[in-house]
Every structure is written in structure tokens, then in C-alpha cells.
DNA sequence: CTTCTGACA
DNA sequence: TGTCAGTA
């Protein structure tokens, strides 16, 4: 699995086509790198090459901003999950670890919800 | 033509 | 965020 792996690692994809793949604009997707959520390697002439991981990133990055997510927020998610590969960094995520970082993650969306007050009605 | 940085409404 | 300017 390591091949794919080093393959959605190489950052070949410019800005313009990342804008299709995620239909977010090239400000806000250099904008999440300022904020360092993103890391696009920068080739020929200072140009932003971006990986099928960044890709990803930045797919998940735009569901938590729908979800009502602010970039603060989003920025301790990405750091919380990485001080969790720490912790299991030569054995794979189990089902469990997995559904706790997941639960983890959903808790601090739901515990910082200012802007759904009609939620109330349930 | 595509992307980059900085800046302003 | 959008968008314009001046480059590379």
C-alpha cells in the first residue's frame, strides 16, 4: 500500500485544477494554506502543486466550513489528529481509534454551535 | 493563458 | 471573499 500512498503524495495537480476538483476559488484555497491546513509544494515558478492528499484535505476542510465550522476551529481538528497518528505510529487504526477520533471530532463541532439556536426545537 | 502577491471595497 | 493590478 505503499506505492499508492507515495503516489497521493506527489504534488502535481496547479491551483486551477484543485479549483474543479474541490469548486472552491483559488483565494480560498490559498487562503487554507496561509492558515496552514494545507502544505502544496511550490515547483516552477513559485507555483502551487498541490497532491491528491492535499485534495482531500481540502474536501474536508469545505465539509467542516459547511457544517459551520470557523478556520480556528478547523485548525485544532487538523492538530488534535495529528498528535493522534503520534500515538499509534507503527500499528494501524483500529475500528475503535477510529470511531473515537471521528466522535472527537463531531463533539467539537456540535459544542460550538452558535449559529443553530432553532436546534432547540427537538 | 495560468498563477502569484499584495491590497482595497 | 471577490477582485483588480503588475509580474513571472
Redo the contacts with the bound molecule.
Sequence with gaps: MKEKDLRRSLSVL??????KLTS????????Y?EQGLVS?E?ND?????YSLNDIDVILEIKDY?DEGLN?AKIQEIYKKRKEDNKNNDTKELTDQEARKILSDELLNIGGLNSHDAANNSF
Design positions: 496547479p491551483i486551477g485544477t484543485v479549483m472552491l476559488t483559488a483565494r480560498q484555497i490559498r487562503y494554506e502544496p511550490r515558478g513559485n507555483r502551487r502543486m466550513l478556520i
